[in-house]
């Protein structure tokens, strides 16, 4: 999210332009915004009023009528405020002279960024379909298209859409020599073909991930890893291991991910524990030592030491949906009856109490 939106705040300044668009500002292009939280809606099931967090609740009326400034709009998107931040990028949409055409496409950046996050991508979908009906992509900012590109396949699992779509921003970054966008492109491809099950594509793809940098190096075989390709992994590891100290963090993490796939769990737990006690922060190394204790047949560590990471860190490890999941996972192997319930509720609690919208509550395993 922060590398989407980067282009918008390194540029913005009001701009100026030749022509008018009145269309692209026109309230007719917008649908209702989905307010409803699932967060909110777990909590009024499962919590009793007396134990619930108290959480915004945003309204239309909260934002209609003025122009909000990128730094609100950001500050919106760090705290993940996403209902308020699709009202306010709509209602600055509305509200932005006509004139100003890239002022509004910078702004419906935020609007759909919004959406998608909200888990509205279908809505998404259609007002971007209005968008361009009304105007067409020419200006369109490299978010806008970024999104444009990324909303088929999450809102209908048009998985080919949005390979088609991102092959065309990918060969425009390569006749434009734009390597760090042709990278971030090339990864969002990775994922759709991933997606679609294609593991040829997603091969050859990654062998066209070719760079000097030794975590674009890690990140492809990490990925090579989860499509089974060892042997391609431990080629560019030791690529990377050449690159920098093999005490680094990096290649720390990348011997315990390979130890993972070799099914090597002690070793792999052993290296995760010694990333995390050099850096307690790091989220990967915690989630993933859990996960080790789990498979060595220790579930009360792994809950004891996702409850300790959680707990350290509420606002970011506890609100990760993955370490929620995994968490959840563990109470499921550990509890039963009453006793489960009532820790996936007080969970649910602590989630809430710091969490923004859009948390995917399938991360309780509730039902």
Not at 183 to 208: P, T
Not at 237 to 249: A, L, P, S, T
Not at 278 to 285: I, S
Request: proline content about 4%; charged content about 25%; hydrophobic content about 40%.
């Amino acid at each position: 999210m922060s590398g989407l939106l980067s282009g918008i705040r390194n540029n913005s300044q009001s701009p100026t332009t030749s022509s008018v668009h009145r269309s692209l500002n026109d309230p007719r292009l917008f649908e209702a915004t989905p307010l409803r939280d699932a967060l909110d809606e777990a909590l009024t099931t499962y919590v009793s009023a007396d134990s619930r967090p108290r959480r915004e609740a945003p309204t239309p009326s909260d934002f209609a009528r003025r122009v909000h400034g990128y730094e609100i709009l950001n500050q919106y998107v760090v705290s993940g405020q996403w209902r308020a931040l699709a009202l306010a990028s709509e209602a600055s949409i509305v509200e932005t002279l006509a004139e100003e055409r890239r002022t509004i496409l910078k702004y419906w950046v935020y609007r759909i960024l919004a959406l998608t996050q909200m888990g509205a991508s279908e809505v998404a979908d259609r007002e971007l379909g209005r968008l361009e009906r009304a105007g067409g992509l020419r200006g369109w900012p490299f978010e806008l298209r970024v999104l444009r590109a990324q909303v088929p396949g999450l809102a209908y699992g048009a998985w080919t859409v949005s390979v088609d779509r991102l092959s065309a921003l990918l060969r425009g970054c390569r006749r434009g020599m734009e390597r760090e966008r042709e990278f971030r492109v090339s990864l969002m491809l990775l994922r759709c073909v991933v997606e679609m099950g294609d593991s040829g594509a997603a091969a050859q793809i990654l062998e066209g991930l070719d760079s000097d940098d030794p975590l674009v190096l890690s990140a492809a075989a990490r990925m090579h890893l989860q499509l089974g390709g060892i042997p391609a992994a431990e080629r560019l590891f030791v690529r990377v291991e050449g690159m920098v100290d093999k005490d680094d963090k990096l290649t720390l993490m990348n011997r315990a991910l390979y130890a993972v796939a070799a099914g090597k769990w002690e070793t792999a737990r052993e290296m995760f524990a010694k990333v995390q006690a050099a850096h307690p922060e790091h989220l990967a190394a915690g989630n993933n030592l859990a996960l080790c204790d789990l498979y060595l047949g220790q579930p009360q560590s792994m809950l004891n030491g996702l409850q300790s990471l959680m707990s350290e860190a509420p606002a970011a490890a506890g609100t990760s949906e993955e370490l929620v999941f995994n968490y959840c996972t563990g109470l499921d192997l550990h509890y039963d009856g009453a006793r489960l319930r009532d820790a996936k509720a007080k969970k649910l609690v602590e989630v809430a109490t710091w969490a923004g919208d859009g948390f995917d509550t399938a991360s309780f395993k509730l039902t």
